[in-house]
C-alpha cells in the first residue's frame, strides 16, 4: 500500500476505559501540571443538591476505576462518516461496564473489538464485554453483529516449562 491508497482522517479520538494507573490523591513535584480528575466530569453533571442555598454537585460517582488492564474506545470520523473499535476490554466486566457507564460510551455504537493479545489484564473481559455490545445492538435496531478480531496465532494459554517438574 502506498501513501496515496490511505485517506486521511478528519478526526481520531481516544478515550481510555481501563488503565492500571490512577492516583488522584498525591501530591506531586513543583512545576508538574495535573488537572484533578474530577474536573473533567464536573460540566457533564447536573446539579443534583442543594447546601446552605448554593447548587451542588455530585461527581464521585463519576470517577473511573483504575484496574491492572488496559482497554481503549477508538473513534475515527472522515467527513460524516465515523466508525469505532474497542482495543482490548480490561481484567473485569464488572470494571469495563461500569467505566463505561461513567464515561457516557454508547456501546451499541462500538463495531469491532480488537484483542491485541491474550494475557488476561487485556482479555478478561472479553465474554461478557462483547454479549454487552450485542444487546445494546440489537436494542438500537442495528442488523450487524460486533465483530470481534482474534488472531488464530495468539496463544491461548501462557506458562512457564519448568525442567522435571512441567507446566505451571
Known sequence: MTDGD????DEL????????????LSSIADGVPQTPEV????????V?????????????????????????LATARRGQDERTILFDVGPYADLWLANAA??????????????????FDHSGALPEVVAALSQARRKAGIAAPVLVDLHPNRPDQRGT???HRGRC
Open 48 to 72: 443534583t443538591r442543594t447546601h446552605d442555598g448554593h447548587p451542588g454537585k455530585v461527581v464521585f460517582d463519576r470517577l473511573c476505576c483504575a484496574g491492572h488492564g488496559f482497554s481503549v
Open 13 to 24: 479520538r481516544l478515550l481510555v476505559i481501563v488503565d492500571n494507573e490512577t492516583d488522584t
Open 6 to 9: 490511505v485517506a486521511p482522517l
Open 161 to 163: 516449562l519448568l525442567p
Open 102 to 119: 461513567r464515561l457516557g460510551v454508547d456501546l451499541a455504537r462500538i463495531e469491532l473489538v480488537f484483542l491485541s493479545h491474550w494475557h
Open 39 to 46: 474536573a473533567q466530569h464536573l460540566p457533564r453533571v447536573p
